[in-house]
């Protein structure tokens, strides 16, 4: 299976502010997807990343909130902006090679908002 | 939109027995149906899968069945082991959404005790 990185790997941030993280695969895939895993619980997916088009976004998460890009097929970026101490999560990243396909996580970035 | 839910929410057994952990799932158009195993401070890691069309498989300590009728999957571990003690999520992919929808239980905390 793919190798998922993100960057950061955590960060503590001020209310406010906004934060970029970055997921990369060693390989091409056609699927991308952020998750936000709250303490002690299940994963629920933000958005799905399209190349070259806007992110589709799952009800109860909005562009403003959660923008995030797809340059090409083995990189995007989720960022939270003005960050709330609710946004304390942690942010996932996944890759599938197709629709219907298996869900390959990324180690994660521990946010934690002041 | 599909709704999962998990049973247990926490199991305790002791090395060497068996765990068993069930899923149901709404949406009877949903086919896919990946368990992930995730470690304290790791990322989901996927453990077995199952799509609509197999009533059961099998990996070495580890099964999953299905039973698409009452819409209800499960996980078998056998000859539990200490290092098997971690948050179990199941999930399903719905149909819709062009194959993108991963719904997650909200897991199932594991505890082998030596």
């Known amino acids: 299976s793919a190798v998922i990185s993100q960057k950061p790997s955590r960060d503590i941030c001020q209310r406010g502010t906004s934060l970029t993280i970055q997921c990369q695969v060693d390989s091409q895939v056609t699927m991308m997807f952020w998750y936000r895993q709250q303490p002690g619980q299940s994963l629920t997916l933000i958005a799905t990343?399209?190349?070259?088009?806007?992110?589709?976004?799952e009800s109860g998460f909005v562009i403003d909130k959660f923008p995030i890009s797809r340059p090409n097929l083995t990189f995007s970026t989720l960022t939270v902006s003005n960050m709330s101490p609710e946004d304390s999560s942690i942010y996932l990243c996944s890759v599938a090679q197709g629709p219907y396909d298996t869900q390959y996580f990324g180690p994660g970035t521990r946010l934690t908002v002041l | 939109g599909e709704n999962v839910e998990q049973h247990p929410s926490t199991l305790s057994v002791q090395e060497g027995d068996s765990a068993v952990i069930k899923c149901t799932y709404s949406?009877?158009?949903?086919?896919?149906f990946p368990w992930y195993k995730q470690e304290l401070g790791k990322r989901p890691q996927l453990i077995i899968d199952?799509?609509?069309?197999?009533g059961e498989k099998k990996d070495q300590r580890i099964a999953v069945t299905l039973n698409k009728t009452a819409k209800h999957f499960s996980l078998h571990i056998t000859e539990t082991q200490p290092e098997d003690s971690a948050v179990y999520f199941c999930a399903a992919l719905g149909a819709d959404n062009y194959g993108q929808n991963f719904v997650f239980g909200p897991g199932t905390r594991l505890s082998v005790l030596p």
């Open positions: 990343a399209n190349q070259g088009s806007e992110a589709t976004y």
């Open positions: 199952i799509r609509s069309n197999v």
């Open positions: 949406d009877s158009a949903s086919n896919y």
